[in-house]
């Protein structure tokens, strides 16, 4: 029998078997580890919070990446803030159509450390239509005047600590103003489950600042409660208005994703519709 590396959160607790360590430090920002799991391979904890792994990391990373790039039109310029694992921007330039992907991390080691030692996911690092940067993300939408995006994705981490501003209403209009009129944001917001209040909080501030605002579904193990959200908002375009000549050869390379699981992932269960549609109140009762 190994060892077990243990989550806690909210009275809940995940365990996996561990069978290896291949890395384990700690940058001015976090401590940043990578492991063998009997089921789940190689996997990344930061802070002793589960990130990814490679047995269940194609489901979060399709889902944040494909409702988004598929719905848009013609994009080109795809801004992802977060994701230092690397499967986020994988996903985007599986597209060939995208011409420039700017990524902003703000933690170099955690890319570091999974391009030697978590390899099998982000196998894009190389590519030349990448622009990796090592930046505070809330500064750069803050200060950037660069040209504005498609497609901006939000691979952040929960809104807890330093992670809180990720999710406020300052650093959302801030993402907003970077995107093109046409444009397309999706980020990861949550479990509806654990974190209700936040999916809640979530969805009424962006529906403050877009015109179109669709929470979707999908599962992965490895997170707190095993179900996950992700939503994806816009002024103009239509969340179901998948461009399926595009959408073929991505679909092919999916291991999750295929319009069968769009279309379906946007169907809301009932406690998510009811929630939404009382409006901004205690939302811990389904």
């Given amino acids: 029998m ?3 590396y243990e989550e806690t959160f909210k009275g809940t607790r ?26 789940y391979g190689r996997a990344l904890a930061i802070d002793s919070v589960f990130m990814t792994s490679e047995g269940d990391e194609f489901v979060y990373h399709e889902m944040l990446t494909h409702p988004a790039l ?6 080109k310029r795809v801004l992802v803030i977060g994701g230092g694992d690397g499967g986020t921007v994988r996903e985007v330039l599986r597209h060939p159509g995208v011409e420039k992907c700017v990524m902003i991390e703000i933690d170099e080691l955690v890319v570091r450390a999974c391009q ?10 190389d590519d030349p239509r990448l622009d990796l940067r090592f930046a505070d993300g809330i500064d750069y939408v803050k200060n950037s005047d660069e040209e504005p995006y498609d497609v901006i994705l939000l691979d952040g981490t929960d809104p807890i600590g330093p992670g809180e501003v990720l999710f406020g209403m300052e650093f959302f209009r801030g993402v907003k103003r970077m995107l093109k009129p046409n444009g397309i944001m999706a980020l990861q917001s949550e479990t509806p489950m654990l ?15 877009f015109g179109k605002v669709h929470p979707y579904f999908g ?30 050869p991505i679909v092919d390379g999916c291991k999750y994703y295929n319009l069968d699981i769009h279309r379906g992932a946007f169907a809301l269960p009932n406690y998510v519709r009811r929630g939404i549609a009382a409006g901004p109140q205690d939302k811990k009762e389904g």
């Fill in 14 to 39: 995940l365990s996996l078997e561990v069978t290896d360590t291949f890395f384990s430090g700690k940058s001015e920002y976090q401590k940043v580890e990578i492991f063998e799991t009997r089921e």
């Fill in 2 to 4: 190994g060892l077990w």
């Fill in 219 to 248: 599962p992965v193990p490895l997170y707190a409660s095993g179900i996950w959200s992700w939503t994806w908002c816009s002024d103009t375009q239509d969340h179901t208005a998948v461009d399926e000549g595009r959408a073929a």
């Fill in 70 to 75: 598929l719905t848009a039109k013609d994009p």
């Fill in 195 to 209: 974190l209700r209040d936040v999916f809640f909080e979530t969805q009424f501030k962006l529906r403050e600042l």
């Fill in 116 to 125: 030697e030692h978590l390899p099998t996911i982000g196998t894009a690092w």
